[in-house]
């Protein structure tokens, strides 16, 4: 498909396909938005539950395509072509295998739409910009408009009194304008001095996590906490013994690189249910367990991290907790905890942000990239 096919879609246009933004904006756009495609596609769906989630996004980014597609050419004709799919219908008690393919195949479509787009994208010249000019015609116009006022103006002689009482005027009522703005002012600052401080706190405490450590994985600690803060959330780093006898004696030593103001490394549980008792204040807190399991923490072989999960879910509810490690599949377990493998692909990134906006934190899926 060309930009002739793109031109005759189901809505064609009489004019070409052109562009009105610029073209490497829109091919950094589209490039984003098939990425995140891409790792919508990747969701593993073992029950009808993901599929469900996979359905929302996956509907979600639909509309996110459409719009930026209709606000980049001058027609529907691309946003046509990435919509132009016609979907099988399936009786209710079909397998569940035949509505992943389905799905799979509906999002194999769209993705190959929009590669095609961004091809097509090639030919296209970039949008005109249109300049502004003045012609000299104008300019004389509006001189001799403004000449001609003139004559019928007061002479200066006559309307000296008169500018002289509203100079005065305008003084006295600018002063009392000052005044009573001075006065506004310092109460609004009053009142406002104690909200803002407790405002800003609390804007934070929403927007908050703890990422407790249990792994000697420096890299994959570090770049999950790169991420969240990517998202535009804050997160705390807590750095526990991945055993009892294990203790850390120096600050090399810390299994995850991070600020020394922002963790700390104990094996004790005071500390955590404390942190814990604090985050309960805000419904949008959550807490990340990093393990060296590759599934649900085993009493045998990490004690600690099985304590620490359960006062985590004990605090916060299980669906604000969330469990990471390197090894494994990433699942839903018995209990209602996400488990996410952390690996050398995208695709944790997008499945973490969607476990995190289903627990209540505001997450844009937009800032992935």
Not at 144 to 166: F, K
Not at 358 to 369: A, E, M
Request: proline share 5%.
């Amino acid at each position: 498909m060309d930009t002739e096919a793109l031109n005759a879609g189901p809505s064609s246009s009489p004019f070409p396909l052109a562009l009105v933004a610029p073209k490497a904006i829109v091919v950094r756009d589209l490039q984003i938005q098939m990425k995140i495609g891409n790792a919508i596609r990747e969701h593993r769906l073992r029950d009808r539950r993901d599929l469900d989630v996979a359905r929302q996004e996956k509907q979600e980014w639909v509309l996110r395509c459409t719009e930026l597609l209709n606000k980049s050419f001058n027609h529907s004709g691309a946003a046509d072509e990435f919509n132009n799919w016609v979907a099988t219908i399936l009786p209710e008690y079909a397998e569940f295998g035949m509505f992943v393919e389905l799905f799979g195949e509906e999002m194999r479509h769209r993705l190959d739409q929009l590669r095609v787009i961004t091809k097509s994208m090639r030919v296209l010249p970039e949008p005109l910009v249109p300049q502004t000019t003045t012609t000299t015609k104008g300019t004389v116009m509006e001189t001799e408009s403004t000449t001609v006022a003139s004559p019928s103006a007061t002479s200066p002689e006559m309307a000296a009194p008169t500018i002289a009482q509203a100079m005065q005027a305008a003084r006295a009522q600018a002063s009392l304008r000052s005044v009573a703005a001075a006065s506004v002012a310092s109460e609004a600052m009053r009142a406002s001095a104690s909200g803002q401080a407790a405002g800003s706190r609390s804007a934070a405490s929403d927007k908050s996590g703890m990422l407790i450590v249990r792994t000697s994985d420096d890299t994959a600690c570090d770049a999950v906490r790169q991420f969240v803060e990517q998202l535009g959330l804050s997160l705390h780093v807590s750095k526990r013994a991945a055993n009892p006898n294990a203790v850390n004696t120096s600050p090399d030593q810390s299994n995850c690189p991070s600020n020394a103001d922002e963790s700390d490394t104990t094996t004790s549980s005071t500390p955590l249910l404390d942190e814990l008792a604090a985050m309960q204040s805000s419904p949008a807190s959550f807490v990340l367990l990093f393990t060296e399991s590759g599934d649900q923490p085993q009493p045998a072989a990490d004690p600690d991290a099985l304590f620490d999960l359960g006062c985590c879910v004990g605090k916060l509810g299980a669906g604000r907790v969330i469990v990471l490690h390197r090894g494994g599949e990433g699942h839903t377990d018995r209990f209602g905890l996400s488990h996410v493998v952390v690996d050398n692909r995208d695709g944790w990134q997008l499945q973490l942000a969607r476990y995190l906006k289903r627990g209540g934190v505001d997450v844009d899926l937009n800032k992935l990239i």
